[in-house]
Nanobody
Framework: QVQLVESGGGLVQAGGSLRLSCAASVRTFSRYNMGWFRQAPGKERDFVAAIGWSGSNTYYADPVKGRFTISRDNAKNTVYLQMNSLKPEDTAIYYC????????????WGQGTQVTVSS
């Protein structure tokens, strides 16, 4: 079982930055790929970014490429999402999720953290 707790959300003006953190309570954090997803009001949950277990491979959704950076610290069991040049359309609840290496699904999810970008 993996427990995930996000933090770092808040209210920011357009053009500003936030860094989200996701702390994982698991003994073998390096056995999990990690992802960030977001859900805006009235919309489905969308993929934002993902990082492989070693941190060597990263993937981004087109709307955030060049503005967001995903990283991880396996010694701290934490994954980060640095968000720069934020836009009002980035407003959403952001969730982190864990995918065991070799699995096809993200089986573990955090409770989410709200990010609001004002224009």
């Amino acid at each position: 079982q993996v427990q995930l707790v996000e933090s770092g959300g808040g209210l920011v003006q357009a053009g500003g930055s936030l860094r989200l953190s996701c702390a994982a309570s698991v003994r073998t954090f390096s056995r999990y790929n990690m992802g960030w997803f977001r859900q805006a009001p009235g919309k489905e949950r969308d993929f934002v970014a993902a990082i492989g277990w070693s941190g060597s491979n990263t993937y981004y959704a087109d709307p955030v490429k060049g503005r967001f950076t995903i990283s991880r610290d396996n010694a701290k069991n934490t994954v980060y999402l640095q968000m720069n040049s934020l836009k009002p359309e980035d407003t959403a609840i952001y969730y982190c999720a864990a995918q065991r290496v070799g699995s096809s699904e993200y089986a573990f999810w955090g409770q989410g953290t709200q990010v609001t970008v004002s224009s």
